[in-house]
């Protein structure tokens, strides 16, 4: 594998930009993270970013919002746009060559939307619709739902807000998150694939130097939700979803949390996968995955299954969680770390994934791990350091929330 | 660019191995598909392929079911298997340097399963949960009912069967399809990355060579279902799909078509989504794609949206499809061929996409398209060509189900 060059600049203003040239592709991919998401909307107006964010890619600079999407288009742009509650998040991947171009349009979007007030009621009304698609999604809403009881606010509510607080949210009140929120200091710019370092750097300096810094924005604090819950829900299924404390990506102890999860949830040879699915034939679906913030995180398990089966599923789920600090077996931290260098290089191998990921990092960490950073801190993890973390963090003071027609028993938790 | 260089070899059982060696990257994927798909299920016994796919992988050669996942597991290996019409496919990525030990661990699933009569309770009960969980996923239940009203069967049944036939499905009718229908002649195995064609030539004639040929398996047709449908289901929200005839993968003018769907649905600047989403708000998703048969094809359209916009989604989408025999815009088209030339970049840059592109070619065409066959083929395409092909297969005799609370008025269909 070709070494890998990362290089990084901070222009005057705070604006971060990430760039790792990846020879033998022709593609490039980036990623920008904006200061500006769902954990500073304005209290009671939740939803406010995520407008923002569809309202924002409704014509730009000169462009009214078709031309614009056709822009993107004839440059053969693959996009996605996201709320994070941290940042709003552009990412574009097309080839290499078109990058210079497409990095442009993306500045306009950024420094000089319209946000023209006949393009409102529809970004307004996509959001609208999304919310209300949710209690056709009762698995997504599980999820959200358990956020918001894992996680204080505003760092465990739902990005899209909720349909009572979308009315009260006004091409006025999404205008001025915008004029208070979106700043160049702490943007993360991540570019990689087919590109030349210096281009970029000139074409990012010329495209956001001269745009002003802002001060911190404020965010609205408060209590996290009942730690046990149900939510009633008419059907055959029980959607099961439970969640307790583990560390964040910046913590020195992450990968062995990492592998923790990834021995009860990775692989088809995990254990949740093998004894809730495939020994007992409990559910259809089982997992957990660590959630990370900033300053804290998660592990969250979600588990689907039939009401007959739900009481059986949620025990033996939470056992497997519970007996892990009993022990790890050798081969199974080593199926772990062959799972692990295997994805690294699939990962090293698209230019989508390491521009995320470079910008992820930066967002974390303040520096960008190498892959060999990576594969080295894997190597190094040992059955008694992973089982020390799980110790140090076990798995108690579960939250529980459950969708389904009937509540389950949840002593244990 | 480097050139592409791909090896076809048949064995004389039958079985055709396809081989497309990257450089530059250090992973490597493979596809096998293997005939014995859903379409040869047993009359009445729909789901006998489906419970043989997750039964193949519960132990095979020495290895008994958690050593299997371990073993692969250990290799890196990310997994998939599924039941298709025609075949089972199995997909595996890795470093290339596993793909031997991978290989091998395959040939055991495929020739030498255990089918076990202890591992058979878990594979019959996870299909048992997927089909219970279809009712909270109102979305996938609308596209499999719409392909059972579209296609005749056995090309509309669903893969996974229906509650009802599964309880007839026994270890011994599992094992009898495996017996008549998992065969040499028409298999087909993609490999692609970081391989070398010698080797793996050696690899599979070893592995394959002695495996016995079969007769073709007969399958059970039957007519299609009614063509305008509702379900009814307690919700807020109204699931729309759509269907019309198109042409299958193979036929000379599939790039007409292909770009006749790209145009309504492909890409932010396609009409479905600017003029149904974007500039009504009508919804929150809605989509075309093309879906291709060996010897038919079908556009299949899903939107989903509230109950009070249905109608409106309906009635809009419907002139959508509809108008686009009055005409389009080269600037259109031109974005259509733009997007296809850097998705077929970065589909080069990614082992998984080429391996499984390989098969599927070979089993459609019995030849392999290099990506410039493809570039030639969309470079050539032009305004009048595909508007000849839209007059020659309009939209129109639409199949059409929904999913909801109440029908909807489907007068122009």
């Known amino acids: 594998m070709p070494e890998q060059i990362i290089h990084t600049h901070e222009l005057p203003n ?3 930009v990430v760039i790792e040239p990846m020879s033998d592709v022709q593609s490039a991919a980036f990623c920008f993270l904006i200061p500006g998401g769902s954990a500073f909307d304005p209290a009671e107006h939740g939803g406010t970013a995520a407008a923002l964010t569809d309202w924002i890619t409704r014509g730009a600079g000169d462009l009214d919002s078709r031309d614009l999407s056709n822009a993107l288009d004839n440059l053969g742009v693959q996009r996605n746009e996201s709320t994070g509650l941290n940042h709003l998040a552009f990412t574009a991947a097309t080839l290499g060559e078109n990058v210079p171009a497409a990095l442009s349009l993306y500045a306009d979007i950024i420094r000089r939307p319209q946000l023209s007030d006949e393009e409102f009621e529809g970004a307004i009304a996509g959001i609208e ?4 698609a949710i209690e056709d999604e009762p698995q997504r809403k599980l999820m959200i739902e358990l956020r918001r009881r894992c996680y204080d606010a ?14 009260r949210i006004t091409a006025k009140s999404v205008r001025a998150h915008y004029d208070r929120c979106l700043r160049p200091n702490g ?5 990689a694939g087919c590109v030349d370092i210096q281009e970029m750097l000139a074409l ?23 730690r046990i819950g149900h939510i009633h829900h008419d059907s055959t299924q029980t959607h099961i979803g439970i969640a307790y404390d583990a560390i964040e990506y910046a913590h020195p102890d992450y990968y062995k949390a990492w592998a923790a999860v990834g021995i009860l949830s990775g692989g088809m040879s995990a254990r949740l996968f093998t004894e809730v699915r495939e020994r007992r034939g409990l559910c259809y679906s089982v ?11 998660r592990v969250l398990c979600y588990a689907g299954t039939t009401v007959e089966r739900a009481q ?3 025990d033996v789920t939470l056992r497997e969680l519970q007996r892990l600090g009993d022990g790890i077996e050798s081969h199974e931290l080593e199926r772990c770390k062959a799972r692990a260098k295997s994805s690294l290089i699939m990962q090293q191998e698209s230019t989508t994934s390491r521009a995320t990921s470079i910008a992820r990092d930066w967002h974390f960490l303040k520096r960008v791990q ?5 594969r080295r801190d894997i190597d190094e993890l040992t059955v008694s350091g992973v089982l020390d973390y799980v110790h140090q963090h076990p798995a108690r003071d579960f939250t529980v929330l459950t969708i389904g027609p009937n509540p389950l028993k949840v002593e244990e938790a």
Chains 1, 2 share one sequence.
């Open 129 to 132: 619709q999304s919310l209300r």
């Open 187 to 191: 943007a993360i710019l991540g570019i």
């Open 312 to 314: 059986e599923t949620f």
């Open 154 to 167: 505003p760092w465990g509510l739902p990005t899209e807000g909720s349909l009572e607080e979308l009315a």
């Open 14 to 16: 705070g604006l971060t």
């Open 204 to 226: 990012v300096s010329e495209a956001f130097g001269d745009w002003g810094t802002k001060p911190d924005s404020s965010m609205v604090t408060g209590p996290r939700g009942e």
């Open 370 to 374: 190498t892959l060999d950073d990576i």
């Open 287 to 297: 997992s957990a995955s660590l959630n990370s913030l900033k300053h804290e995180g």
